[in-house]
């Protein structure tokens, strides 16, 4: 073993990292062009050196397949056996492009994810209401007994057999007999937990007989029982006799698909730049390594053939790595939840002609990016030349891409539709994206290449980072492209989602002193309403409660029950204090009515007989006429008031029986005490006991349309993996380029450079090209979401929006600089000067 240090021939700071970068970057070493002639000279007579004609081999056999074969093998054999800095670059690739594979696999793998959660949850949905069908051997009664838990969403099934030979829901062996309940794992896991008293007493009438297996569950996480219940009639269920649906619901809109292929194509873009920049992971140690080849005789194609020979085994190992990572990773699926997405390890099987272009595209874009890359270096036997001015890279095609990409989208502004099955082109929305986002990312390494070379003088660590960007602008640039195309198509596909966002929500218009909780359910008369009223109202934590029952009136005289153009109007019954969170009704006494909203041409005059139990409505045999008071008051309902007690007779418990009505309905709504602990779970073990096929649900300001939740959703997801990736693979990025630069840093050190002068500079030399990447994506994703607006004829809402995405990428950036500050202070020690 040997050891010899470089020494500068100046002492001035930036001459030292001139001089230390070109010794360590530029001139073979002696034991890589040994080991370079060693392994190639067996080789090189075959096919590198001149022929009879003069004219080097290499380019006479350019096209001859046996050369390329023995080059790459060539270069494969340098991978793998280029002692322990040939592995390192090796290994450094693979894990690089293994992140990159692992996440185009698990994208992959989206649609069987949605292919089988769709499958399953058909598969054990029921069909809706059949009047025709009546009881029979294979019938059963099903209601829904959805309830909640803290936050978390419980699917209830409610089951009655009628015949003998019931059908059993998927997953369950047999359906369950009243009183009997059957869970999922999750649940069944939650219910016997300590804390979970409350829920507990919410199933106290039914007796666990056994789990729901997963061809029954939508995720592992999943929380679903199935009861049986004798409470169930043909009032309060629907009769059916099999489980399953082949609906494919309504189709989509053309603003949902574009917004579904923006999504796709923002999260796929990072993990192709990714993958391009692990494949140049040792760049500067190969062409080393390349110039000593040339010493013995290789032509400068045959060097081009032998580098994408060792950037192909490093794909190759890529793939196995990201193969290895996906299966591994896919094996604890099931315990992770993201944004309420839960899914079983199975289900993540990537698509065949999916995986397949993968495991192609992956090593031939190994090769390709190395090709190009090698394009602008010369390398001689001498050593690679960089000492000189290099070429100034191009404009016009980096500013074509970008062009090209909105020439695409250009046409079609305000031709893409809310209307549900509306066609859109997605190639072409696909296509002019992805040219957008890539010339935004091919316009980083010319931005990044001006700046630096305008800029002279300032504090040592400042020029130690120039110059280091000066002499490598392009390295610099790629660590962050990941980072610049992420952030500007999340930034376009945020103005996207900000812009059309209010065409998928609509306001419920209730106020912000309104009770926020609602219980509704069929009631049979007086005494059964007023029960549930006062259960509720005795519930622990259960506070400002008011109710009224609901139920239609009808003009008088209508006999034919499935008439469809006889009036109606409304009817509501509730208390005097209930009637005055409603309505301004001033003195009141219970056998009152009222008037409200209704319009002078009403059948429901003052003195006017009308029917309670309308045709259309129920089953009633006959019609049931009540006289409208003459004393009826008109009054006006109250700003806050929900819109659906504005029109209608107003009435008092005992004015109007309510056991006479056809299908009155209550609806309570309530307030819970924040202090009384799970104050609204024992308002829903009341509602369980009193009736388990009515719900408990908490209102909202604001109903959002569930397929846009679900794209959004679906960004979110994909944004988080994606950004998880972001940050794991410029860690290995910022660790590479410090290993190749572990000699310039101990000689500097060596020479008296301050170790913190050396962190400051390694900090620059990151912060320069990540505030030109972020600059340059907000430009481009904000054209980019302006035109995406205008295509589907919306404005931009809000400017603002664009802040969180910037501040994530440069956090993500922020993040890995300081996982690289460890690694950095162990490189610049002094024996980073000895070598083998």
């Known amino acids: ?69 023995r080059d790459l093998g060539l270069g494969a054999r340098f991978a793998v056996t280029g002692g322990r800095q040939g592995w390192t670059r090796t290994v450094l690739t693979a894990v690089g492009v293994g992140l990159g594979v692992a996440l185009l696999l698990l994208a992959a793998a989206v649609p069987s994810i949605l292919d089988n959660r769709r499958d399953r949850s058909q598969d054990r949905s029921v069909v809706g209401w059949n009047e025709e069908m009546k009881p029979g051997p294979t019938t059963f009664l099903r209601a829904s007994g959805d309830t909640e838990w803290r936050g978390q969403e419980i699917v209830g099934n409610l089951l009655r057999a009628e015949g003998s030979r019931p059908p059993a829901p998927p997953g369950v062996s047999a359906m369950p007999r009243p009183g009997e309940m059957v869970v999922s794992p999750a649940l069944r896991d939650l219910l016997r937990r300590d804390d979970s008293g409350v829920l ?73 730049v990714f993958v391009g920049t692990a494949v140049r992971f040792g760049g500067e140690q190969r062409d080393r390594r390349l110039a000593a080849l040339r010493l013995v005789g290789a032509d400068l194609r045959m060097t081009h053939r032998i580098a994408a020979g060792e950037s192909l085994v490093g794909a190759l190992l890529g793939l196995a790595v990201g193969c290895a990572m996906f299966l591994i990773g896919r094996q604890f699926i099931g315990s992770v939840t993201v944004w309420d997405i839960n899914v ?224 109606v ?41 009308v029917d309670i139990t309308p045709p259309g409505y129920g089953d009633a045999p006959k019609e049931h006429l009540w006289t409208v008071p003459a004393t009826a008051r008109t009054v006006a309902p109250r700003a806050d008031a929900p819109a659906d007690v504005v029109r209608g007779i107003v009435a008092t418990p005992s004015a109007v029986p309510i056991g006479d009505l056809t299908d009155p309905w209550l609806l309570v709504d309530f307030d819970t005490d924040p202090a009384v602990r799970d104050s609204l779970e024992r308002v829903r073990n009341t509602a369980m006991r009193i009736d388990p096929s009515a719900p408990v649900l908490a209102y909202a300001d604001v109903e959002r349309n569930e397929r846009f939740e679900d794209i959004q959703t679906g960004l979110f997801v994909g944004a988080t993996v994606t950004l998880l990736l972001i940050g794991a693979s410029m860690v290995v990025t910022q660790l590479e380029q410090l290993r190749d630069r572990r000699r310039l840093l101990s000689v500097l050190v060596a020479f008296g450079t301050r170790r913190t002068t050396l962190a400051y500079s390694i900090l620059w030399q990151t912060a ?38 910037v501040g994530i990428g440069a956090a993500v950036i922020a993040l890995v600089t300081l996982v690289s500050l460890p690694p950095l202070w162990r490189m610049m020690r002094p024996d980073g000067l000895r070598t083998e």
């Not at 679903?224 to 629907?238: F, I, P, Q, W």
């Not at 040219?435 to 990044?448: C, D, E, K, N, S």
């Open 200 to 272: 507990r007493e919410r199933f106290a009438d039914y007796r666990v007989v056994g789990t729901v297996a997963d061809e029954g569950l939508l995720g592992p996480a999943e929380l679903v029982y199935l009861a049986g219940s004798d409470r169930l009639t043909e009032k309060n269920a629907h009769r059916a006799d099999h489980f399953g649906s082949d609906g494919e619901g309504e189709p989509m809109s053309a603003v949902l698909i574009l917004l579904a292929v923006m999504v796709c194509v923002v999260l796929l873009m990072p993990v192709a």
């Open 768 to 805: 320069i090209p990540v505030t030109i990447g972020l600059a340059l994506s907000l430009a481009g994703g904000a054209a980019l979401g302006v035109v995406l607006l205008k295509m589907v004829a919306r404005p931009v809402q809000d400017w603002s929006a664009l802040v969180p995405m």
């Open 1 to 69: 073993m040997s050891s010899r240090s470089q020494t500068p021939n100046t002492p001035n700071t930036a001459g030292v990292a001139d001089s230390a970068n070109a010794r360590a970057t530029d001139t073979p070493h002696p034991a890589d062009t040994a080991g370079a002639s060693r392994t190639a000279g067996a080789s090189v007579p075959a096919g590198a050196g001149p022929g009879a004609d003069g004219r080097p081999r290499g380019l006479r056999n350019r096209f001859d397949p046996a050369g390329w074969s």
């Open 569 to 609: 109007e409304e009817l509501f019954i509730a208390d005097c204090a209930s009637l005055r969170t409603y309505y301004d009704i001033g003195a009141c006494k219970d056998g009152d009515v009222f008037r409200s909203g209704l319009s002078p041409s009403s059948f429901a005059k003052r003195g006017a007989s």
């Open 344 to 567: 079983f390890p199975s289900d993540a099987t990537p698509h065949p002609a999916l995986a397949a272009l993968i495991a192609v595209a992956v090593p031939a874009c190994a090769v390709l990016v190395t090709l190009l890359a090698l394009r602008g270096i010369t390398i001689e036997p001498l050593g690679v030349v960089r000492g000189g001015t290099p070429r100034r890279r191009r404009l016009w095609w980096r500013l074509a891409l970008p062009a090209l990409g909105f020439g695409l989208l250009l046409p079609m502004i305000g031709g893409v539709s809310y209307d549900a099955g509306s066609d859109l082109n997605t190639y072409q929305v696909a296509a002019g994206a992805v040219l957008v986002l890539v010339g935004v990312t091919a316009l980083l390494p010319w931005l990044v290449e001006g700046f630096v070379n305008r800029f002279r003088g300032g504090p040592l660590s400042w020029q130690l980072a120039i110059r280091r960007l000066q002499l490598s602008s392009g390295t610099a640039a790629r660590t962050v492209s990941g980072v610049t195309v992420a952030v500007a198509g999340a930034v376009a596909i945020q103005m996207l989602f900000a812009g059309v966002q209010d065409d998928f929500e609509k306001d419920t218009g209730r106020d912000a002193d309104a009770p926020r909780i609602g219980y509704s359910r069929g009631v049979t008369d007086s005494a059964d309403a007023a029960g549930t009223i006062t259960a509720i109202r005795e519930t622990p934590g259960a506070r400002d409660v008011v109710a009224r029952v609901r139920a239609s009136i009808g003009e008088a005289g209508v006999t034919d029950r499935h008439t469809q153009n006889a009036s």
